[in-house]
């Protein structure tokens, strides 16, 4: 690796703690680096949120408050789709009209409601996709839709929402909303008219802890994800929002990493997630790989029953590392060395620190 000491890398400050329980276990599963995803259900009742938001809807848009003047909750139901569909789609054709979102919950079961105020759902494609799940919804003939900056708030209260997002490939002739869960729920989508409303229910159901490797993209800005949007257009491609809030494309999803490995080809990169992880934020080649590099390290120390492997590898790679990535070289080594009784070189130590410009802890020159 070069040394390059403006790559952005995450020390994690817990990493001692993490080599005690990897030498305390053996072979044991640890967490991974990342931010993982919560699995804490919230119970607070969403019913004032969903007022407000109709609220919202009204102040904002007369012709939507007229619209739902005397009507009945849903409407007439048109088609309902099976769960977790990967692909609906209906509605009429409609010209710039103003969809509008509220949130309603009945204990686990939660719903969101796109209404379009007029007789009939305006023209939509729902796309459901895993890992992370999210609901993607294309509206074209839509030109806006309102309270989106309110819905976002459902994070707040919804026991399976993360986020609710306008992706930025939207224009003004077809706007792309996203639904973004945290916690698993099935997605049952059902369509209604008088007044037409496309009506997304989640529901409980089992955690999913599989894990992908995922072909995408490095991390973009919305201005520049249009441009590369567009690279894959009709391609069964995503987008996605990473966890610095810019988005990537992802290509395609593989179970093996070997298999996303040979697809890679021009600046793709692999990413490893599991269950509703969050994908991270990858803005440069470097990044993603002192990224790879790192997690390499970590295997290492939460496998390692000896000292001589992780010695070998701090001093093949210190060298080129950066500053960041030789902090993490060393904090590794030394969580690993605190808690091991073999007889070990720390003179051979020592030179580490040395080397990094770093003061030799006193543990190590205790041994000296």
Request: proline content about 5%; overall charge negative; hydrophobic content about 40%.
């Amino acid at each position: 690796m070069k040394p390059n000491p403006h790559i952005p890398v995450d020390i994690p400050s817990n990493l001692d703690e993490v080599v005690q329980r990897g030498i305390a276990q053996g072979k044991s599963v640890v967490a991974h680096r990342r931010r993982v995803m919560r699995i804490v259900r919230r119970s607070t009742c969403s019913f004032l949120l969903a007022v407000g938001l109709l609220i919202g809807c009204i102040n904002l848009s007369p012709a939507f408050a007229a619209a739902i003047e005397d009507v009945p909750l849903l409407g007439q139901l048109v088609q309902i789709f099976g769960k977790n569909q990967p692909v609906v789609e209906g509605g009429v054709v409609s010209n710039g009209g103003e969809a509008a979102v509220t949130m309603e919950r009945d204990g686990d079961i939660e719903q969101m409601r796109l209404d379009f105020g007029q007789a009939a759902a305006a023209l939509y494609k729902a796309e459901f996709s895993s890992y992370p799940k999210t609901i993607t919804i294309t509206l074209p003939g839509t030109a806006s839709i309102a309270v989106l900056s309110e819905i976002t708030r459902a994070q707040d209260t919804s026991q399976y929402i993360k986020s609710v997002y306008e992706l930025p490939i939207s224009t003004s002739e077809a706007v792309a909303l996203q639904l973004e869960l945290e916690n698993d729920a099935d997605v049952q989508m059902e369509e209604y008219s008088n007044p037409g409303s496309l009506v997304i229910r989640l529901l409980p159901t089992d955690i999913q802890m599989d894990t992908i490797y995922s072909l995408r993209t490095l991390s973009y800005a919305g201005q520049e994800i249009r441009e590369i949007a567009e690279q894959y257009a009709g391609w069964d491609s995503r987008i996605l929002q990473d966890d610095s809030g810019k988005f990537f494309v992802e290509r395609a999803q593989y179970h093996t990493r070997e298999a996303a490995a040979a697809a890679v080809s021009g600046d793709l990169i692999v990413e490893k997630r599991t269950g509703n992880e969050v994908p991270a934020c990858f803005e440069s080649m470097e990044q993603y790989e002192s990224d790879q590099f790192l997690n390499e390290y970590y295997q290492l120390l939460i496998s390692s029953f000896s000292a001589d492997p992780i010695l070998d590898f701090v001093e093949e790679h210190l060298p080129g590392a950066s500053p960041a990535e030789q902090d993490v070289l060393l904090t590794g080594l030394y969580g690993f060395i605190q808690n091991t009784d073999e007889e070990l070189d720390w003179n051979r130590i020592a030179s580490f620190y040395q080397a990094a410009h770093q003061d030799v802890p006193e543990y190590v020159q205790q041994h000296l």
